[in-house]
């Protein structure tokens, strides 16, 4: 065949997920031409993170049902295929949440994930913000048939910024990939195989790369939390604004958001996109260093741009929707005209609002000793 009749290939490929047909550029993963739709049509990615090179392929959440190939060869792939790992071809119709074989094989994923994750959600600090919660009450089912002890682990200390709870790894392996990727001295990594799996530092070896901080943000659950702000407050009482400063650590984009209390930052963390990541700026991810994120704990220490956008099936959202009509205050008519007689102002007395005390800036968890 001559160069001229040679067909030329073709510049999009067309997918189809869940009866949507969009055109993607070829080598575009299933996981991602789903993302350029949005919506339920997206599976959920535990492990998988756009801005880590070879993430993904490790917790199987994103699994979908290929049902037929692709044009050229329309045969249904005969198992389920992991969604960020999986390229879309020509003509390939891709289910997901029309899949019942597909719901079917999350809730166990979701329930092999929580074999030996602690259900600790009411004392854990990724509460509100975990991806592993959200995961369970989208696609779990409800209760465990695991018998067994779960596992644990020796306490280990990983330095002065962030806390691991190795019982709460999902060894998605992200944090590895970001030390390896962001820091040029990777100190930790995943040891030991199956069951014994865990994350450590070998020898203890405090992390403390000026970029350490972002495994916070990519861990999926809460194993990886900030030491500055373990214990102070619950995510969804804090109401998060975006800001920024003049950074000049090399690499630092400086954007960030501050989860505030009245004028007090609690915490800094990268700003996200609605898939849980770092967002993007001029096609780079917005890490950000250690002294933004741990150092800067001031308003004036940024210049704020204004309110986060939260997705509103997200707790933190709770009681900040904009043109909220509040319900009608029955309480004084129930009582017969009476007024509610109020015996304690909590705050006033527990003197947690008093504007001096700076929670964020208290070495440890705020308790009733600090406040003797
Ligand atoms: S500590 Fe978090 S980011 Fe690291 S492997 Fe475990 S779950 Fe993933
Ligand atoms: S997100 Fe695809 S396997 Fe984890």
């Given at each position: 065949m001559s160069d001229e009749t040679k067909p030329v290939p073709a510049a999009t490929f067309k997918v189809t997920i869940d009866n949507i047909t969009i055109d993607v550029a070829p080598g575009t993963t299933v996981l991602n031409a789903a993302r350029q739709i949005g919506g339920d049509v997206t599976p959920p990615a535990m492990c998988y993170y756009s801005k880590l090179q070879g993430s993904g392929g490790k917790c199987r959440t994103c699994l979908v049902e290929v049902a037929a190939g692709s044009t050229a060869d329309p045969r249904p792939m005969p198992k389920l295929v992991a969604s960020c790992r999986t390229t879309v071809m020509d003509g390939m119709v891709v289910k997901n949440i029309t899949s019942d074989k597909v719901k079917d094989a999350r809730a166990g994923v979701v329930e092999f994930l929580l074999l030996n994750h602690p259900l600790d959600c009411p004392v854990c600090d990724q509460a509100g913000e975990c991806h592993l919660q959200d995961l369970g009450y989208n696609h779990g089912k409800e209760g465990t048939r695991y018998e067994f002890k779960r596992r644990t682990f020796?306490?280990?200390d990983i330095g002065p910024y962030i806390q691991l709870h190795m019982t709460r790894c999902i060894l998605c392996y992200r944090c590895t990939y970001v030390a390896d990727q962001l820091t040029n001295k990777r100190s930790h990594g995943i040891l030991d195989r199956g069951e014994h799996a865990e994350i450590s530092t070998y020898i203890s070896k405090a992390i403390d790369n000026d970029f350490s901080?972002?495994?916070?943000?990519?861990?999926?659950v809460g194993a990886l939390t900030d030491k500055t702000?373990?214990?102070?407050n619950r995510v969804w009482f804090t109401k998060p604004m975006d800001a920024h400063r003049n950074c000049e650590t090399p690499g630092c984009c400086g954007k960030t958001t501050l989860w505030l209390r009245g004028e007090e930052v609690f915490r800094v963390t990268a700003r996200k996109d609605e898939w849980g990541e770092?967002?993007?700026?001029?096609?780079?991810?917005?890490?950000?260093?250690n002294t933004c994120r741990f150092d800067k704990k001031k308003t004036t220490d940024w210049i704020v741009d204004g309110l986060t956008s939260i997705n509103r099936h997200s707790v933190i959202s709770q009681g900040k929707y904009p043109g909220l009509v509040m319900p009608k205050e029955t309480i004084t008519e129930v009582m017969g005209g009476r007024a509610p007689r109020l015996l304690m102002n909590i705050h006033d007395e527990s003197e947690v609002n008093k504007p001096n005390v700076h929670l964020s800036e208290l070495n440890g968890p705020a308790d009733s000793t600090v406040f003797d």
């Open positions: 020796e306490k280990e901080g972002n495994m916070i943000d990519v861990c999926p702000f373990r214990f102070k770092v967002q993007s700026y001029d096609g780079k991810p917005g890490w950000i260093c």
